[in-house]
């Protein structure tokens, strides 16, 4: 069922191509940060599409780049001292925080069904079941609670912004192996963001703005067309098990400190398969969740990222 939606999404890849590079937005109009969106991008070549426009997790700092080591992550290091601290199965608990608006379209936005097939969707990715090259992970999503808001500012809170501070330090639930996913509009009309999430290693400084938040219209069904298989929460949630964009560090020796997913001088935002953006072996990684391809293009993890992610999640997530 899902690679049959997968094949006919491959139509609306062609529409999505079409879309119009909005100028003038706040992600165009400032300097990209350094390591977190690699200034490669070409607007007259490779347009970022409006649902792409915006950083979907705090700027990356040197911190952050050591808070998990590569040499950490090997298969060696994972066998010898992360995997004995693990179950085979990790049961990773999810509470659902819905947001409803006040205004027309925003009031009934994910109800109980909505909510179980996102969630079948962060399992099949995290199982591996979207493609037979994906590196199947030790994680299963099991849903606790769904609650439901209705408030305006927080249906249309940002990213680190204000608005969606308060709103997580309210409605948090759980510890740190509890991930809290909120749906929510996406940011301010207008300049929509699909998602956004937090790092594992940033739970202990601020555990309640741990967790990841979704653009209903990112949700299966959603008007995020092209993105609206619902790959946004297997992506975000991959940051919330600690790792980077596959673009991150452009072409630089260290990119997304994983020894698998090949170097990638920029996002891709549709699905190039042949592209090659850095001399380095292998083509782009279009098809890895951690890249911004269409959801219909998105369908795996590598070997390596889930080892990162075990190590990360057996440090950050005790």
Not at 32 to 55: K, M, N, S, Y
Not at 146 to 155: K, L, M, P
Request: aromatic residues 10%; glycine residues 10%.
């Amino acid at each position: 069922m899902r690679l049959a939606q997968r094949a006919g999404t491959a139509l609306v890849a062609l529409a999505v191509a079409a879309l119009p590079f909005v100028a003038g937005s706040p992600a165009q109009a400032a300097a990209p940060t350094a390591g977190v969106f690699p200034c490669l991008l070409d607007p007259q070549h490779d347009p970022a599409p409006l649902w792409r426009q915006h950083e979907d997790t705090p700027p990356v700092t040197a911190t952050d780049l050591a808070a998990m080591p590569a040499e950490e992550t090997t298969r060696t290091f994972v066998a010898r001292e992360v995997s004995p601290q693990l179950a085979a199965t990790v049961t990773i608990p999810v509470y659902v925080h819905v947001i409803k608006g006040t205004r027309p379209g925003e009031r009934s936005t994910a109800g109980p069904r909505r909510v179980r097939r996102i969630i079948a969707t962060l399992n099949g990715g995290f199982a591996g079941q979207q493609s037979a090259l994906a590196a199947p992970t030790r994680y299963q999503f099991e849903l606790r609670r769904i609650d439901y808001t209705r408030r305006e500012g927080w249906y249309h809170a940002f990213l680190n912004g204000p608005r969606d501070k308060r709103m997580k330090r309210a409605l948090h639930r759980g510890h740190s192996r509890s991930l809290n996913l909120y749906i929510n509009g996406g940011g301010p009309r207008g300049f929509p963001i699909l998602g956004w999430a937090r790092f594992p290693w940033q739970y202990a400084h601020a555990h309640r703005l741990d967790g990841v938040t979704v653009n209903v219209a990112g949700l299966p069904g959603g008007q995020a067309y092209g993105y609206n298989l619902g790959d946004t929460v297997v992506h975000e949630t991959g940051h919330w098990m600690g790792l980077f964009h596959t673009f991150q560090g452009g072409c630089g020796p260290r990119n997304d400190l994983v020894y698998d997913t090949p170097a990638e001088a920029e996002p891709s935002f549709y699905c190039e398969t042949t592209r090659d953006s850095c001399l380095s072996p292998g083509l782009d990684p279009v098809h890895n969740f951690m890249d911004y391809s269409l959801d219909a293009c998105m369908n795996s993890f590598t070997a390596g990222q889930v080892r990162r992610m075990d190590s990360a999640f057996a440090r950050w997530r005790k």
